[in-house]
C-alpha cells in the first residue's frame, strides 16, 4: 500500500520534512507520481516498531547509563 509523505509522518510520529530530506538525499526510496511522493507503508514497519520500542524505554527510565569518562590527566 502506497502512502503520502503526510501519511508516513504521522504513522511514524516525525515530521514531513524529516521524510522529504531522506527522500531527497536518497536515504528512502520513493515514487513521485507527478504532484505527490508516495512511499510503501509495509518497508516502514519495523522501522515504527523500533521508534515506539525506543520511546517506551526512554519513558520508563530503561536507557542505558553512559559509562563515566576516563580521565587520562589522573595518569603520572
Known amino acids: 500500500m502506497y502512502i503520502t509523505i503526510s501519511e ?9 520534512q524529516y521524510l522529504f530530506k531522506r527522500i531527497q538525499n536518497g536515504q528512502i526510496t520513493a515514487v513521485f507520481d ?9 518497508q516502514f514497519k519495523w522501522h515504527k516498531e523500533q521508534l515506539d520500542l525506543k520511546r517506551r524505554q526512554i519513558i520508563a527510565g530503561q536507557e542505558e547509563e553512559l559509562p563515566e569518562d576516563w580521565d587520562a590527566k589522573d595518569e603520572d
Open 34 to 42: 507527478g504532484s505527490h511522493y508516495l512511499l510503501n507503508k509495509e
Open 8 to 16: 508516513l509522518a504521522n504513522f511514524l510520529g516525525v515530521s514531513e
